[in-house]
Protein backbone atom coordinates (compact mmCIF):
# COMPACT_ATOMS: atom_id res chain seq x y z
CA UNK A 1 0.00 0.00 0.00
CA UNK A 2 1.06 3.31 -1.27
CA UNK A 3 0.45 6.86 0.59
CA UNK A 4 -1.25 7.56 -2.46
CA UNK A 5 -3.71 4.27 -1.93
CA UNK A 6 -8.09 5.74 -2.12
CA UNK A 7 -6.37 9.44 -3.53
CA UNK A 8 -8.11 10.37 -6.71
CA UNK A 9 -7.34 13.00 -8.95
CA UNK A 10 -8.93 16.27 -10.31
CA UNK A 11 -7.84 16.84 -13.31
CA UNK A 12 -5.33 14.16 -13.86
CA UNK A 13 -1.85 14.93 -15.43
CA UNK A 14 0.83 12.19 -16.59
CA UNK A 15 2.11 10.82 -13.07
CA UNK A 16 4.17 8.14 -12.20
CA UNK A 17 5.04 6.60 -9.26
CA UNK A 18 8.67 6.47 -8.23
CA UNK A 19 11.69 6.33 -10.45
CA UNK A 20 10.30 3.32 -12.80
CA UNK A 21 8.15 2.45 -10.63
CA UNK A 22 10.20 1.25 -8.02
CA UNK A 23 9.89 3.53 -5.09
CA UNK A 24 6.00 3.46 -4.95
CA UNK A 25 6.27 6.02 -1.83
CA UNK A 26 6.61 9.09 -4.09
CA UNK A 27 4.95 10.44 -6.71
CA UNK A 28 6.32 12.24 -10.17
CA UNK A 29 3.78 14.91 -11.92
CA UNK A 30 4.60 16.30 -15.22
CA UNK A 31 1.78 19.11 -15.72
CA UNK A 32 -0.35 20.06 -18.60
CA UNK A 33 -0.27 22.99 -20.40
CA UNK A 34 -1.29 26.28 -18.68
CA UNK A 35 -2.41 24.61 -15.70
CA UNK A 36 -3.97 26.73 -12.59
CA UNK A 37 -6.37 27.50 -9.58
CA UNK A 38 -6.85 30.87 -9.22
CA UNK A 39 -10.13 33.50 -8.96
CA UNK A 40 -10.71 36.70 -10.33
CA UNK A 41 -8.32 38.96 -8.25
CA UNK A 42 -6.08 41.40 -9.84
CA UNK A 43 -5.66 39.06 -13.39
CA UNK A 44 -10.09 39.70 -13.68
CA UNK A 45 -10.30 35.72 -14.42
CA UNK A 46 -11.06 32.15 -13.20
CA UNK A 47 -8.49 29.24 -13.68
CA UNK A 48 -9.61 25.72 -11.87
CA UNK A 49 -7.32 23.05 -14.09
CA UNK A 50 -4.62 22.61 -12.20
CA UNK A 51 -3.81 18.78 -10.88
CA UNK A 52 -5.15 17.84 -7.08
CA UNK A 53 -4.43 14.32 -6.07
CA UNK A 54 -6.88 14.54 -3.02
CA UNK A 55 -9.01 11.98 -0.57
CA UNK A 56 -11.74 13.28 1.22
CA UNK A 57 -11.62 14.86 5.00
CA UNK A 58 -14.29 15.55 7.09
CA UNK A 59 -12.34 16.24 9.95
CA UNK A 60 -9.59 18.27 11.53
CA UNK A 61 -6.15 16.82 10.36
CA UNK A 62 -2.54 17.65 9.43
CA UNK A 63 -0.82 16.87 6.06
CA UNK A 64 2.63 17.31 4.87
CA UNK A 65 5.33 16.48 1.88
CA UNK A 66 8.22 17.18 0.85
CA UNK A 67 8.14 18.92 -3.00
CA UNK A 68 11.14 18.95 -5.70
CA UNK A 69 10.60 20.50 -8.52
CA UNK A 70 12.51 21.47 -12.06
CA UNK A 71 10.91 25.15 -11.41
CA UNK A 72 12.01 27.12 -14.49
CA UNK A 73 8.79 28.82 -16.54
CA UNK A 74 7.08 31.53 -14.21
CA UNK A 75 4.35 30.43 -11.61
CA UNK A 76 5.57 26.89 -11.73
CA UNK A 77 4.35 25.98 -8.51
CA UNK A 78 3.50 22.75 -6.13
CA UNK A 79 2.57 22.16 -3.03
CA UNK A 80 -0.28 20.72 -0.82
CA UNK A 81 -3.92 21.96 -1.14
CA UNK A 82 -7.15 22.21 0.86
CA UNK A 83 -10.52 22.33 -1.34
CA UNK A 84 -14.25 22.67 -0.20
CA UNK A 85 -15.23 23.57 -3.75
CA UNK A 86 -14.17 26.12 -6.69
CA UNK A 87 -14.47 29.00 -4.49
CA UNK A 88 -12.96 28.03 -1.32
CA UNK A 89 -9.84 26.21 -1.37
CA UNK A 90 -6.40 26.95 0.06
CA UNK A 91 -3.08 25.81 -2.04
CA UNK A 92 0.28 26.24 -0.21
CA UNK A 93 3.87 25.15 -1.79
CA UNK A 94 6.78 26.34 -4.04
CA UNK A 95 6.22 28.83 -6.63
CA UNK A 96 8.50 30.07 -9.04
CA UNK A 97 8.28 33.66 -8.81
CA UNK A 98 11.94 35.20 -11.07
CA UNK A 99 13.05 32.70 -8.23
CA UNK A 100 11.84 29.57 -5.77
CA UNK A 101 9.45 30.95 -3.52
CA UNK A 102 6.93 29.56 -0.43
CA UNK A 103 3.58 30.67 -1.69
CA UNK A 104 0.61 30.28 0.08
CA UNK A 105 -3.17 31.38 -1.75
CA UNK A 106 -6.44 31.92 0.31
CA UNK A 107 -9.35 31.49 -1.58
CA UNK A 108 -13.00 32.30 -0.22
CA UNK A 109 -14.93 33.22 -3.65
CA UNK A 110 -11.38 35.61 -4.35
CA UNK A 111 -7.91 34.42 -4.69
CA UNK A 112 -5.58 36.86 -2.20
CA UNK A 113 -1.98 35.64 -2.18
CA UNK A 114 1.62 35.83 -0.31
CA UNK A 115 5.34 34.39 -1.17
CA UNK A 116 8.63 34.73 -0.01
CA UNK A 117 12.03 34.37 -1.30
CA UNK A 118 13.44 30.91 -0.38
CA UNK A 119 16.64 30.83 -2.67
CA UNK A 120 16.91 27.44 -4.17
CA UNK A 121 16.94 24.89 -1.56
CA UNK A 122 16.81 20.96 -3.40
CA UNK A 123 13.39 20.43 -1.57
CA UNK A 124 11.32 22.01 0.65
CA UNK A 125 8.91 20.73 3.31
CA UNK A 126 5.17 21.40 3.37
CA UNK A 127 2.64 20.99 6.66
CA UNK A 128 -1.12 21.68 6.71
CA UNK A 129 -2.67 22.05 10.26
CA UNK A 130 -6.65 22.11 9.69
CA UNK A 131 -8.67 22.81 13.27
CA UNK A 132 -11.41 24.10 14.04
CA UNK A 133 -11.79 27.63 11.83
CA UNK A 134 -7.93 27.80 11.67
CA UNK A 135 -6.03 26.53 8.42
CA UNK A 136 -2.12 26.70 9.10
CA UNK A 137 0.72 26.60 6.38
CA UNK A 138 3.96 25.65 7.63
CA UNK A 139 7.29 25.31 5.57
CA UNK A 140 10.40 23.54 6.36
CA UNK A 141 13.75 24.52 4.63
CA UNK A 142 16.64 22.11 4.08
CA UNK A 143 18.75 22.36 7.81
CA UNK A 144 15.74 24.48 9.45
CA UNK A 145 12.73 24.22 11.84
CA UNK A 146 9.69 24.21 11.04
CA UNK A 147 8.10 28.06 9.88
CA UNK A 148 4.31 29.73 10.04
CA UNK A 149 4.00 31.47 6.51
CA UNK A 150 0.45 31.40 6.94
CA UNK A 151 -2.59 30.98 9.14
CA UNK A 152 -5.63 31.39 7.76
CA UNK A 153 -9.37 31.36 8.17
CA UNK A 154 -11.04 28.10 7.20
CA UNK A 155 -14.75 27.48 7.52
CA UNK A 156 -14.91 24.69 10.45
CA UNK A 157 -18.63 23.39 8.88
CA UNK A 158 -17.37 23.02 5.48
CA UNK A 159 -15.89 19.71 4.64
CA UNK A 160 -12.80 19.35 2.73
CA UNK A 161 -10.80 17.66 0.27
CA UNK A 162 -6.74 17.72 0.93
CA UNK A 163 -3.95 16.62 -0.99
CA UNK A 164 -1.11 17.55 -3.55
CA UNK A 165 -1.55 19.60 -6.31
CA UNK A 166 0.65 21.07 -9.34
CA UNK A 167 0.14 23.40 -11.85
CA UNK A 168 2.05 25.43 -14.18
CA UNK A 169 0.17 28.36 -15.79
CA UNK A 170 2.26 29.49 -18.54
CA UNK A 171 4.08 26.04 -19.69
CA UNK A 172 3.25 22.60 -20.06
CA UNK A 173 5.93 19.98 -18.52
CA UNK A 174 6.40 21.28 -15.29
CA UNK A 175 7.87 17.93 -13.29
CA UNK A 176 7.67 17.70 -9.74
CA UNK A 177 8.52 14.92 -6.88
CA UNK A 178 6.47 14.90 -3.91
CA UNK A 179 7.40 12.43 -1.07
CA UNK A 180 7.19 11.72 2.81
CA UNK A 181 3.39 12.51 2.10
CA UNK A 182 1.34 11.57 5.46
CA UNK A 183 -2.37 12.71 6.54
CA UNK A 184 -3.45 12.40 9.40
CA UNK A 185 -5.04 13.73 13.18
CA UNK A 186 -4.15 17.67 13.86
CA UNK A 187 -0.69 17.88 15.32
CA UNK A 188 -1.04 18.51 19.03
CA UNK A 189 0.10 22.06 20.25
CA UNK A 190 -0.58 25.59 18.56
CA UNK A 191 -0.67 25.77 14.82
CA UNK A 192 2.49 27.82 14.74
Not at 19 to 40: I, K, N, Y
Not at 46 to 64: I, K, N, P
Request: aromatic share 12%.
Amino acid sequence: MTPWTGMRWMNEPRWSLGAHGMDTQSLRVQTDDHTDFWRETHYGFVRDSGHFLHTDRMHDFTAQVRVEGQYQARYDQAGLMVRSGPEQWVKAGVEFVGEQQVSAVVTREFSDWNVRPVGLPDHIDLKLTRRGNALSVQVRLPGHDWGLLRLAYYPPELPAEVGIYACSPERGGFEVRFSSFQLGPPDAGPLY
